[in-house]
């Protein structure tokens, strides 16, 4: 039986996806966090670490963690870029608390640093984890990054690494690449329906209406 594990780090979250002894471990969070991070691993069998986006606090501690569990990392090509440095996807911020974000964000982007990895899989809209064990498909949800992705487990279940937000409040992404694309994606992932969303910052809550306006869902 699929199972999400919520590892709580901070003001962020990485997540298990566990179904029987096999196991998918998605984002890494930041290095004070590693140990944290691994040992809430070692009780599984873990096949994959998946990133949902390129952006430092969801990929530091990547190649430790994949070096310490002997996984593969995957991601979406569409933010390898951002692996070198994450400013080369320039980010924007449309209210108050989206701006302090980002400026809290830019400053970590420029001080912290990103230990190399290369990704081995690459992953696009419609891939599946069922070789690794786990009833997931991949979701393409740009905006927030180019390459960022969502993971629909089971269709109950959908982690949506910076999609989505629920730091302050249940919303779309407080920061973003590309506006529009963001809008499109957060629209697509209303339609997909009942879900248990978790998000990269904040605590899960179920699928809604996340563009107001938006009357097909």
């Known amino acids: 039986m699929e199972k999400i594990e919520r590892i709580s780090c ?16 998605v984002d890494t969070y930041r290095k004070e966090y590693k140990e944290k991070v691994l040992n ?12 949902t986006h390129g952006h430092m606090d969801h990929v530091q501690n990547a190649a430790f963690l994949s070096k310490e569990l002997h996984i593969p990392i995957a991601m979406c090509r569409e933010d390898a870029d951002l692996i070198q440095d994450n400013m080369l996807q320039p980010l924007e911020a ?9 400026s809290v964000s830019v400053k970590s982007f420029q001080k912290d640093v990103i230990p190399p990895f290369s ?10 984890l069922h070789d690794y064990g786990i009833p997931a498909k991949i979701i393409a ?16 279940y959908l982690i949506v690494g910076d999609a989505l937000m629920n730091m302050f409040y249940p919303s779309v992404s407080l920061l973003y690449h590309d506006k529009e694309v963001m809008l ?17 910052h904040g605590k899960p809550l179920s699928n809604r209406i996340w563009v107001k306006g938006d009357k097909d869902k």
């Open 119 to 128: 990704p081995d899989i690459w992953l696009s809209e419609g891939d599946t």
């Open 40 to 51: 809430a691993c070692k009780p599984y069998k873990m096949r994959l670490l998946v990133l």
């Open 141 to 156: 949800v740009p905006g927030h990054t180019n390459g960022s992705i969502a993971i629909d487990v089971a269709e109950k």
């Open 10 to 25: 901070g003001n962020g979250n990485c997540y298990i996806i566990s179904d029987g002894e096999n196991a998918v471990l």
């Open 184 to 200: 499109k994606s957060a629209e697509k992932i209303s339609k997909l329906g009942k879900r248990t969303i978790y998000f990269g």
């Open 94 to 102: 449309q209210s108050i608390m989206g701006k302090i974000v980002l």
